[in-house]
């Protein structure tokens, strides 16, 4: 069989599952008793098993199916999850990535045996009682059938899987006895959707199609808009009111392809009333249809947790709540098409602009037009961010390995720390995310590093024994930010700047000029590191510089606050989306730019007599902060417009928390615009980021302030 | 250089090849037609600060940004005279990229037969400046045209001719 064309969606399962492993194994080290995390690993060994077999990746199955061996045993209560099991597990987790990582590569997963992995977890299983050395063997077997035919015999059936373990709220019961004394069959139908399905909504909903046009579904299992979400598994279960046999129920929706199988018959009201009333009186009432009698038992038994939701009415008792976590409803898309379907969507706001200085232009100011052409822009701005949406992810899928990196960092260094991280769920635009992570991991091990002290000084310091450290990711406004910090040593400026010295970055002359802030800031020069030795973890020489210029090749910047002895702060601040922005178009000269709109912090107007001169160098005292001034038009080799008496209008640029106050000529007004490269050739001016069209099919270039300071 | 190999290999076979005539201060060059994306009319280019001066600036060519240079400025001539004239030649370089030049005047398309271009050494001493743009001379109907070297316009380079000229 070509699996080949499975092989991306394999390896983004495989990588979910992995992250799913990581992160629960992490949790059971902290709550060993956690069954929902056991189920869950023990699921998704499962799933990779059986992935990494259809795809003939046989090693990798091996060692997953090992791995699902021990956690059988440990569902089935027969090993106590402990520390040294979970190093094993990790362990094998990094193997599995191993065979991933060989797979992503060169299509093979290589051929590391793990052997010692293997016999590890064999190990944990037989350091048990003699009596599991033949039960692990049934155990993923019998989950396997579990889900595709349901007729295991387990106590707690779940009720999507059978239909005869359906409960049925008042209402139902009371539809469906009167149904049957109108002599109507009620038939239980469960409806079994081959694994392989891609689509099993879809194949739900042909299902309810078909049955409605024989017949009445009074009750699904689990409620229609779960079917609707792919919430379930690969079955689900209906009762249904309907003039025809179950047979022709059946073949109903056995025509429904993709349905593996369909169980079908006679939905026994009084076996369900027993087992749903139990130890609650009889139900005398329930055959006269009295509905105010009935409330009363059902609220009493297992079922009540689920009462509130009508339809679905409970699985049974003991049993957790439908145990799979909630399966989004996602589409898979190559990202790619979405840079094709943002590129048309930039074409379309240039011609949108276009439209609207075209009509200014010919004049044609009759209310209609105006009103459509309002319409058709708050139609693109919506198409905009919609497709900008979807092509935001959010960064938690970059922040779920720092946890374990932390964990193992524990052990090489030898310190004790604890990862504290925020706002997983910040969304950013998904290159973004992509290139993020090698910085905010190189910040993290800094912290972990160079950051946090060794327990010895943190007791002298007085500090908690457990350094933390933090990540917290916040949208700001146009801008998404990361702070990643320690309570640890902080930097010592002063060494900075001996380091720089010694390294020639900068003489001693200038270092004694430097602020305290600007010598920290020598951090990210090319070259740098201060670990006094150079470790495994950080410090090679490459560093900070490249998380800086990582960083500002993302149009981001990263900035750090930091007190000797108390600790670091990096901040990176990045911008939401790439492509298209808000920026303030002004003119100079006779020349229009755009000014990002998240650079400004203002907008001021300046008399020439406001202006002092420190250092030869113009600036003006704005609400306190002494702003150098810029020129544009001297940046940018033009001639202002203006004459030197007039008042000046100056837009401030902020960066980090520096201000610099640019002079323009005249203000334009804020417009949405696509940010084009400017290619070869002309890309080599630093002060240009790129440039956009206008409506008028005028060019317009993109300052970068930042590069101005 | 590939542009000379090129010609070369075709050269043997006798193959004929387009060219657009252009007129570049007195002097008629050819442009391989294959080379040429489009021909526009002079339209207002966009400046871009700080960067070499033959970079005349940037256009709008079907919402792409297509920096423009003054081959007149990289051969070491007078600054470019706009008449109604003047074209923007868009050139396609071999790595994809969109490039203007500025001519002074298109004149026609002339088919030439490879046999009937003399290709030009560099070190031509007669040629002055102008001799590192042209690859080669065409003849045709008792006229002579110089084949321009695409390679070199575009290259990021400016005349050396020019710079020793101008000190």
Known sequence: MDVSQYLSVFLDEAKEHLQSLNDNIMVLEQDPENEDCINEIFRSAHSMKGMAGTMGYTRMQNLTHDMEDVFSDVRAGKIKIKSEMIDVLLQCLDAIQGYVDNITENQDEGTEEHQNIIKALADIRSGNSGATAAAPEAAPEASEPAESTSQTAEPGTDPASDYRAIKLDSSARTTLEEAKAQGKNVLGVTVHIQESCILKAARGFLVFKGIEEVGEIVVSEPNTQDIEDEKFDFSFSLVIITDESKEKIAEIVKAVSEVAGCECGEFDLEAEKAASEESAEPASAAATTAPAAVPTPEAAPSPAPAAGKAPAAGPAGGKKPLGKPVVNRTVRVDIEKLDVLMNLVSELIIAKNSLISAANTSGVSNGNVNEQIEYLESVTTNLHESVMKVRMVPIESVLQKFPRMIRDLNKTLGKKMELTMTGEDTEMDRTVVDEIGDPLMHLIRNSADHGIESADIRAQRGKPEVGQIFLHAFQDGNSVVIEVGDDGNGIDAEAVKNKAIEKGIVTPEQAALLTEKQCVELLFHPGFSTAKQVSEISGRGVGLDVVKSKVESLSGEVSVNTKLGSGSTWIIRLPLTLAIIQALMVIVGEEKYAIPLDSIQSIEDVSPSDLKLVENKEVINLRGSVTPIVRLNEVLDTESSKSPDDDMVVVIARKGDQQIGLVIDELMGQQEIVIKPLGKYTNKCKLISGATILGDGEIALILDTNSIF | ?167
């Open chain 2, 1 to 167: 250089m590939n542009e000379i190999k090129e010609i070369k290999e075709k050269a043997d076979k006798g193959e004929l090849i387009q060219y657009i005539v252009i007129k570049i201060d007195d002097e008629q060059y050819g442009i391989n037609i294959k080379f040429i994306d489009n021909i526009v009319r002079m339209q207002q280019i966009t400046r871009v600060p700080k960067v070499d001066a033959f970079l005349k600036g940037v256009i709008n060519i079907r919402g792409e940004i297509v920096p423009v240079m003054s081959v007149r400025m990289k051969m070491g001539l007078s600054e470019d005279v706009i008449t109604g004239a003047s074209r923007i030649i868009i050139l396609k370089t071999e790595a994809g990229d969109l490039v203007g030049i500025i001519v002074d005047q298109v004149n026609q398309v002339l088919t030439l037969n490879e046999k009937d271009i003399e290709k030009v050494r560099y070190d031509d001493k007669k040629g002055q400046g102008k001799v590192s743009y042209v690859s080669g001379v065409g003849h045709y109907d008792g006229g002579l045209v110089s084949i321009l070297d695409l390679d070199a316009v575009v290259s990021e380079k400016e005349s050396k001719e020019k710079a020793s000229n101008a000190s």
